[in-house]
């Protein structure tokens, strides 16, 4: 279908004096203040999510480095738990930038929400972050015991993800009961998004995803790591999932691979696609209506997987 009207104009408007610079002719610091700029938007009134008690915390990563975190609580608790990883490139993204996107899935999941502020390459490349992902699950799992646990994320958030689902799976530590991964990169040879039809002039170019692996992988010999290449790693015994993909995403391609190695692998696997969608469509849910009804999709999956786990298990 064709390119969402609403997010046709966006990206004309963007456009209008030229196309965005790439983030390697930038500083990282400027590139970081570009998608915050991008992502902090005035909320209108009645824009919002129902109301959530939010506190900042401080938790130990792996290597006993305090890392931040923010706990969301809804007004009305199912008894379950997210573990959310803000994408960004591994580079920019933060709490601020990914707190809408909490709070939506707080309040229509009913459940707490950890988000987790891991630490960003170029200052902490991999397995920094994945460190601190794998440390925010487990102190999640610690501090929510008897709650289904979700690991969560979008983009390079969703990445890790299920780097740290990996992780779980190798060490039983935390149990998790579901995946959610929203549009995530897992070729880092970026064979198969140079190959798409929208490589560039839809939000996300395959120019700055090379930047960002470079910066989250400056050893090239990581690539091969099966935290990294997920589409060569085996994700047998992985919990129930649901990917999410959007169709002007050169990540598309990647996602739906993605679905057909878990379903390989014998893992439950729900794909969502996001017809007439860019990168991102998660984040931009209370400007653009149709992103909005991909993410109330992308809800009901997860309660589905969830609710039959809990029926099983019960």
Same mark, same amino acid.
């Given at each position: ?41 005035? @909320? ?175 050893? +090239? ?5 099966? +935290?990294?290449?997920?589409?060569? +790693?085996?994700? @047998? ?78």
């Amino acid at each position: 279908m064709p390119l969402d009207r609403i997010l046709r104009r966006l990206i004309a408007w963007q456009h209008a004096d030229g196309a965005p610079p790439p983030l390697r002719t930038m500083p990282v610091e400027q590139a970081r203040e570009r998608y915050r700029a991008s992502a902090l938007r005035p @909320r209108g009134q009645g824009g919002e999510p129902d109301p959530t008690v939010v506190v900042d915390e401080k938790i130990d990563s792996l290597d006993s480095t305090p890392i931040r975190c923010r706990v969301y609580t809804p007004r009305s608790d199912t008894d379950r738990v997210i573990t959310y990883l803000h994408g960004g490139g591994w580079v920019t993204g933060d709490l601020d930038t990914h707190d809408l996107a909490c709070r939506v899935l707080a309040a229509s999941l009913g459940t707490v929400v950890v988000s987790a502020d891991y630490r960003r390459a170029p200052e902490f490349p991999y397995p920094t972050p994945l460190h601190d992902a794998i440390a925010a699950a487990r102190w999640t799992g610690r501090m929510f015991p008897d709650r289904d646990h979700v690991l969560a994320g979008d983009s390079a958030g969703a990445q890790l993800a299920l780097g740290a689902a990996l992780d779980a799976r190798a060490n039983g530590d935390p149990r998790i009961a579901a995946l959610l991964l929203m549009y995530p990169p897992v070729d880092p040879s970026l064979r198969i998004a140079a190959a798409s039809a929208h490589t560039e002039g839809y939000l996300l170019s395959v120019e700055d995803l090379t930047w960002c692996y470079e910066q989250y992988l400056p050893d +090239a010999r990581h690539r091969s790591d099966p +935290a990294v290449d997920l589409l060569r +790693a085996d994700l @047998r015994g992985l919990p129930p999932t649901v990917v999410a993909t959007a169709e002007f995403d050169p990540l598309q391609r990647e996602g739906e691979l993605l679905v057909e190695h878990l379903h390989a692998a014998g893992v439950p696997a729900r794909h969502v696609p996001g017809p007439g969608l860019v990168h991102g469509a998660f984040l931009i849910q209370d400007i653009v209506p149709a992103a909005a009804t991909n993410a109330q999709q992308v809800v009901r999956e997860v309660d589905a997987l969830l609710t039959a786990a809990h029926r099983h298990t019960a």
